[in-house]
DNA sequence: TGTACATCAGTGAACGCGCGTTCACTGATGTAC
DNA sequence: TGTACATCAGTGAACGCGCGTTCACTGATGTAC
């Protein structure tokens, strides 16, 4: 053996990460197997040392990035007081810096979409990481039974997720700025439709 | 001349039509000139009889899928009873039938990724779109400001646009519809977190 | 009505280029003595 | 401690291919007479 046994595994994980951030701001079609390999200060000849094929460190990437943001919301959720967790946490996803910084933010409305257009064992890798997602944010939701706070989590999720996607896509004008905002009061669940018939067939069950 | 003058509209239009399909399907990268060319039954050397460049048409092709959303959501508040259209339009959006026809569905969860690493003139195009779209969902909530009910609107395709992304990235499996199902109640504003000191801050404003 | 002509939408070969992938090699590094 | 060797992570030229774009052409069609 000719480098320490670490090594390899320090550049693996070193292409992954510099991946997981390029994927994100170009798209999973927007950058080539030269430009992933520079990110990592490397060439691509060396690429096939390390991966079988152009679209596993796609795979490899968002699962990474998936990590990155589940961590992310763990440690938010371990900072803040019990009540606020849930708002902080939505606020720090739906904030400027979040919208403006794709490269360094969550992969679900840089990738989702790609993802969707990928094969079945992508899609099931990415679902598996959402379905931790939603476990760590319905954690953060107090006097509610798992199953209600998971559906709550799930829909907050979804509300995130679109509002960054729709942020980004109308640049960064006043537009943009209110759908964050209403993303944050949506997801939060201060924005309500004056209940009509609705209030008698659902809404009143809880309260 | 040679043709009819409106033969030359035609194509153009024929092209752009089939290309919105595509384009949704495979995602702006993911479908040639030639394939694109191929869907609206002709060979690629034409193509720039009718447009400037490749992203010419992909623009033009954004905006018919957008212009085709707005149309069928004017359609959809037309038919329906007054207190029911909102609901009616949301349970339309956030169909199985919509999030397994890409191709023939709204372009925000397909494209906005793709429309948010493209330049500003196609972020504004597609601004300029998505405001059509809030001003049609904002007039079907009754009983609130036009300001409010922007924002309702807003908040309500924001978690639409996320539940598509995140139910076509999955897969078909409970997850999937799942996302679908809690995305309708989010986006009614039926579910809702038990009110804290959110209810002191801000919900009481309107009840 | 029939024929000769002009137009131009559409064709398909060709362009240079960047893509994902392969492969013979190189040279920095850990080990043996 | 110093030298010779073996390993293998990383290099860069090369592959066939599909891309966006260009261009000389063709042939279907409307017009002139």
Known sequence: MRYVESHRRQTYRRIVENASLGLRQNGTKGISVVGLMKLAGLTHGGFYNHFGSRAELVGEAIAFAMDQMVARWKNLANKKANGERFEALIADYLSPRHRDNAKQ????????????RSGPSERRALASKLEEMIEVLAELIPDEAPQEAR?????????MVGSIVLSRAVGTGKLSDSILETGRLTAEGRVRKPPRRAVEAIDCKKS
Chains 1, 2 share one sequence.
Do not use: E, M, S
């Open 151 to 159: 559906q709550i989590a799930t829909g907050a999720i979804a509300t």
């Open 105 to 116: 933010g969550c992969a679900l409305p840089a990738l989702a979409a790609d993802v969707a």
